[in-house]
């Protein structure tokens, strides 16, 4: 774009001329920036928003390993030992017992020897340790007392069990033991015309190592006592 320049002093025009821009020159680089400022002051905090949702709770971890025992504490104190107490009264001296079975007296003391008197010599199931009883052993299923197993002591022992049956016609001095040694049961029994009495209302032995005793009370009736079956 050309400029017309005009020079006028005191009213005359001394001087026209126009006169054409040139070409723009080339940018000067740009300077270096000037310092930063000062921060500004810090504005107001702003409102709290609301508490979002509780997410979900996660997966229990496995439980861990039960920890080593703890060694064992030590033994405490031992307490103190009570006061012995008094002394009880002494009981009143005991009788000699004297009883009797088919017609035999014994009569037992302490400290004495045991008197049989009234009736034959024979073996009584309740013998003293000191006097020695025959020991006989069934195998069998059945056994069927005799007058030969009068004062006997008899091993009865079948898994499958044992039948004992008291024969008619036994002396009146009967007696003898009776064991079961297996796991089999002995159950007792009278044969026909003998009559068997018991306290407890059974007439099995009550497990293996049980022990009974069959003696007679009159002709043809005998007692059952002992370890029996409830």
């Known amino acids: ?32 920036s000037g310092a930063t400022g000062p921060t500004g002051l810090t504005g107001p905090q702003g409102v709290q928003g609301p508490q979002g949702p509780i997410g979900l709770q ?47 007296e014994i009569t ?11 009736g034959p010599d024979y073996d009584l199931y309740f013998a003293l340790p000191s006097q020695a009883l025959e020991l006989v ?8 007392l005799t007058e030969a197993d ?10 499958s069990g044992v039948t004992v049956t008291i024969a008619s016609g036994l002396p009146i001095d009967f007696s003898c033991s009776l064991v079961q040694t297996n796991s089999g049961n002995v159950t007792v029994t009278g044969a026909s015309g003998v009559q068997l009495f018991t ?12 022990v009974a005793a069959v003696f007679a009370i009159d002709n043809n009736q005998y007692i059952l006592t002992g370890d029996l079956a409830v």
């Open 137 to 144: 052993s069934e195998s069998g299923t059945t056994r069927s």
């Open 1 to 32: 774009m050309a400029n017309v320049e005009l020079t006028v002093i005191d009213g005359d025009v001394i001087e026209l001329g126009l006169s054409i821009p040139g070409v723009q020159g080339v940018q000067g680089p740009i300077g270096p």
């Open 108 to 118: 037992t003391a302490s400290g004495a020897a045991v008197t049989v008197s009234g």
């Open 58 to 104: 996660g997966i229990q971890g496995a439980i861990g390993p039960s920890g080593a025992t703890g060694p064992q504490g030590a033994q405490g104190i031992q307490g103190i030992q009570g006061i012995q107490g008094i002394q009880g009264l002494t009981g009143a001296s005991g009788t000699t017992p004297t009883f009797a079975i088919g017609g035999v």
């Open 150 to 159: 009068n004062g006997k002591i008899i091993k009865l022992g079948n898994v």
């Open 199 to 210: 306290s407890s209302n059974t007439f099995r032995l009550a497990k293996q190592y049980s």
